[in-house]
């Protein structure tokens, strides 16, 4: 392993000249003074005084050169639709959208609320806000109103953008209402909503003065052209909302220079794809996987990106690789359970169409599993690469890095540290390093590379209590990941120290279910766990105490009050933080001191020994789960 060992070396021990040079991957308009200010740990500003704009690097630098070559590929199995739109297009689309935010009163700093289905409209909307330096805030598609408030208050965007629908598995699900609740929950809704109307769902009533028809603002900016607002390199780029240990989601704050260096670094040293290849990332642009690898990093290297809004398997199970064929991608990027749904198909659509552009596949988001690894890589013929990473880096933590080396690969291991991460780890009460093939708590030493949060959204003392407060002998960054490292140095990760569940890839807080159920006025007391699941990873789990027994007092009664909760659930959060089960219970496992016993409920969903019970209050309650799931 001796260029990655090399590369990754260096990166560590010459750091300010390994990120000088790998700074000089995009433009800037006044060249930084320092490479990194780590005056006041543990938080780090990358390339400090250095002023660009990411749409430029994004968009605009690329006119010179690849004007004419398609930048961004909209294919929609949803409404059978395709949109192609060159550099030069995208430049145009993107400006005219500038100059509607202008207009609207969004200057720097302001905030910009994007709630879209996976349209190219999405995609101008996060360009145009940060061309004009503001600050944007994409929440996904598929969260509920209370969630979508709770993110409109502690951003306080002065514009959200939305849609009148989106459409999944060919069923349209309206969007505006949605909007309209929360803004109606929210204690600082925006002062203008502009809507993308579809047409989809022809009931759709809008609000005079405060909605703004998309279309018809374009029809009064047409041809308008803003200049890029030159923004210091830590001036932040966007906030993007995940879930932890509390009920309250984290508004992971990006900043501007060390995001765009980071990403134009790790399109050729990680994922090995020149400019003027074809991209195509799977995932949704409400996640961090979106942001990275559909929009910025394809656009900062000059690639052409694929937008795909669909399922894997509509039309049919062959439709990713028939993108593939048509489009010659070269890179691909997804998540293992997408790749199980399709393994349930027939396996024949793996081999119908010709795939020989398609160098990689790359997975990431949730632990992959073997025999889906080695299902698609022999029937693709691709390189399969796991590579491990979080919101809060925005880039790759641990993968292989082709780009660099073509290094073996183990099968459930997403490999090495990618350059510029100094990874530890530790055990969970010593904080010593833990030895091969022990476990530890995956940590990384600061100052965290460029491209990695900065802090959280107007909260700087969450930050350093959340991510470098777990240990008392350092302060070192926590990604509340197990993990183990074998003596070859392959990291593998063995899922989360902290109240957090992987649903298909999908981050969620048990406590945020936890608090969506509880809003259900029956529910005394309920705790949600997160179990293994064939499919999608893990699912939740819910058991709850009721204040009213009467309502579950047969199996009838018990099926219509489970639905009622999911409903609940499905409202307050979001189809996607569902229990899979509501199981009725009327006393909870925890101990003496009154914790709940999570790990224990999970193991016995699991089928598993629930482990030390010495400090459990009452037997019995841990009785009843068993006899719930049996
Ligand atoms: P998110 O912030 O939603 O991307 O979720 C990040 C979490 O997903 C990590 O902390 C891990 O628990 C998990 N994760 C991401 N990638 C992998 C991977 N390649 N293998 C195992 N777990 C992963």
Aim: one cysteine or more; hydrophobic letters at 40%.
């Amino acid at each position: 392993m001796g260029a990655y060992q090399d590369f990754y070396e260096q990166s560590l021990s010459h750091r300010d000249a390994f990120w000088t040079r790998e700074a000089a991957r995009i433009d800037w308009v006044k060249p930084f003074r320092q490479v990194c200010d780590f005056s006041n740990p543990p938080f780090a500003k990358w390339f400090v005084g250095g002023e660009t704009n990411l749409c430029y690097n994004a968009v605009d630098r690329h006119l010179a050169t690849r004007a004419e070559q398609n930048a961004l590929t909209w294919i929609s199995s949803e409404v059978e639709l395709t949109r192609a739109f060159t550099y030069r297009d995208l430049f145009n689309e993107v400006n005219r959208f500038a100059a509607i935010l202008k207009s609207l009163g969004v200057g720097k700093g302001d905030r910009v609320l994007i709630y879209m289905p996976m349209i190219p409209e999405a995609v101008f909307a996060m360009l145009a806000t940060v061309r004009i330096g503001a600050i944007h805030s994409v929440v996904f598609g598929g969260f509920a109103a209370a969630s979508l408030a709770a993110r409109i208050d502690d951003a306080e965007p002065k514009v959200l953008i939305t849609a009148d629908a989106g459409s999944r598995g060919g069923k349209i699900i309206p969007l505006k209402p949605l909007t309209d609740e929360s803004i109606a929950l929210a204690k600082h809704p925006p002062k203008h909503v502009v809507i993308v109307n579809r047409g989809l769902d022809r009931d759709m009533k809008t609000l005079p003065g405060r909605d703004m028809d998309y279309l018809a603002l374009c029809r009064r900016h047409e041809g308008e052209i803003v200049p890029c607002e030159w923004v210091e390199s830590s001036h932040p780029s966007y906030i993007l909302y995940t879930s932890g240990t509390t009920g309250k989601p984290k508004g992971v704050q990006r900043d501007t220079g060390g995001y765009a260096v980071a990403l134009a670094a790790s399109m050729p040293n990680i994922f090995d794809t020149k400019p003027g290849e074809t991209y195509f990332c799977t995932s949704d642009i409400g996640w961090v996987v979106g942001h990275s690898y559909i929009i910025y990093a394809p656009l900062i290297n000059g690639s052409t990106t694929i937008m795909y809004d669909g399922l894997p398997i509509r039309p049919d199970a062959g439709i990713w690789w028939k993108i593939v064929q048509d489009y010659k991608v070269s890179t691909m990027f997804s998540s293992p359970t997408a790749i199980r749904v399709l393994k349930k198909q027939d396996p024949a659509w793996l081999k119908k169409f010709d795939v020989s552009s398609l160098r990689y596949l790359f997975l990431a988001g949730e632990p992959l599993d073997q025999p889906t690894s080695d299902w698609i890589e022999k029937g693709l013929g691709v390189k399969v690469i796991d590579n491990y990473w979080q919101t809060e880096s925005g880039w790759p933590i641990l993968s292989a890095q082709p780009g660099i080396e073509a290094t073996p690969r183990k099968l459930g291991s997403p490999s090495f540290a990618s350059y510029g991460y100094k990874m530890k780890l530790k055990h969970e009460e010593t904080g010593k390093p833990v030895g091969a093939n022990e476990k530890g708590v995956l940590c990384i030493e600061a100052p965290l590379p460029p491209g990695c949060m900065s802090t959280i959204w107007r909260d700087d003392a969450r930050f350093v209590k959340t991510y470098f407060s777990s240990f008392k002998d350092e302060q070192v960054y926590t990604t509340f990941d197990w993990a183990t490292r074998d003596s070859d140095g392959y990291y593998f990760i063995m899922g989360r120290t902290d109240d957090v569940i992987n649903v298909a890839g999908h981050r969620l807080g048990t406590r945020e279910i936890e608090e969506a159920i509880q809003a259900h006025a029956n529910i005394a007391e309920v705790a949600v766990v997160g179990v293994a699941d064939a499919l999608k990873g893990q699912v939740p789990m819910a058991f709850a105490v009721v204040k009213d027994a009467s309502k579950v007092a047969t199996p009838e009664l018990q099926a219509a009050h489970e639905k009622e909760i999911m409903a609940t659930v499905d409202k307050e959060l979001g189809a996607i933080g569902r229990p899979a089960r509501v199981h009725f219970v009327t006393l909870l496992p925890k101990t003496r001191s009154g914790k709940l016993l999570r790990r224990s409920i999970q193991a016995l969903c699991e089928k598993r020994d629930p482990g030390d019970l010495t400090t459990i209050e009452d037997p019995a309650a841990l009785e009843q789960v068993r006899a719930a799931v049996a």
